[in-house]
């Protein structure tokens, strides 16, 4: 059963993973409360739904929001796309670089991580690192090198990977995990975007 991004997020948050600041709207007007109290414009919408994958092939992100009028417009325009009245208001970062972190469960060789560069089309990229999991730091070091210079964040991204490690032990049920993107904004912090977590009960 897939959790939807905001219920996939709440649990990294749980292990002190970084997420966007962000909140559920149930309809218009309370969407409209909750930009105007809690964000400043511009922010990100996305349709909120355990049953949305893959939201942005069904039309459901709008980026880039600058006003009330623009805000109530994107709730129109994702709830008719959608077929759902749910949303997600989100702040919108600025973004350096994207990357991709995910978690399966490997027929062979077990459980897995994946890492790489993010983004829309991140399925289709074949240069993504595999590791076997659990990893000694040496080896998640090794591993970030070809993506990652910047010392710093590459500690950042070991203090992640760690967490997502301590998540996936503690949590059997969980059989498969996506962070796309996890974003390296123009402060040099690691925040996630999005994910979605897929969980067996």
């Known amino acids: 059963m897939y959790l939807s991004e905001y219920e996939s997020k709440r649990m990294l948050?749980?292990?002190?993973?970084?997420?966007?600041?962000?909140?559920?709207?149930?309809?218009k007007r309370q969407a409209l409360i909750i930009a105007v109290r809690?964000?400043?414009?511009p922010v990100v919408?996305?349709?909120s739904s355990k049953d949305i994958i893959h939201k942005k092939?069904?039309?459901g992100v709008l980026l880039n929001i600058k006003s009330n009028d623009e805000l109530l417009e994107a709730y129109d325009s994702i709830c008719k796309s959608t077929g759902n009245t749910d949303v997600l208001i989100q702040e919108q970062l600025n973004i350096k670089k994207e990357y991709f972190i995910g978690y399966k469960i490997d027929n062979i060789f077990g459980k897995i991580l994946l890492f790489g560069i993010g983004g829309s089309d991140v399925e289709s990229k074949s240069d993504i690192a595999i590791r076997s999991i659990p990893m000694e730091q040496s080896e998640i070091y090794n591993m970030l090198d070809k993506y990652v210079s910047d010392v710093n964040v590459k500690e950042e991204f070991i203090n992640v990977i760690?967490?997502?490690?301590?998540l996936i032990d503690e949590n059997p049920q969980i059989i498969e995990l996506d962070i796309n993107p996890i974003?390296?904004?123009?402060d040099?912090?690691?925040i996630v975007v999005d994910s979605v977590i897929n969980i067996i009960r």
């Open 13 to 27: 948050r749980k292990y002190d993973i970084p997420i966007t600041k962000e909140y559920i709207c149930k309809n």
């Open 38 to 41: 809690l964000f400043e414009y």
């Open 45 to 47: 919408m996305k349709v």
């Open 57 to 59: 092939k069904s039309n």
């Open 162 to 166: 760690h967490k997502l490690c301590e």
């Open 183 to 186: 974003a390296l904004t123009d």
């Open 188 to 190: 040099n912090e690691l």
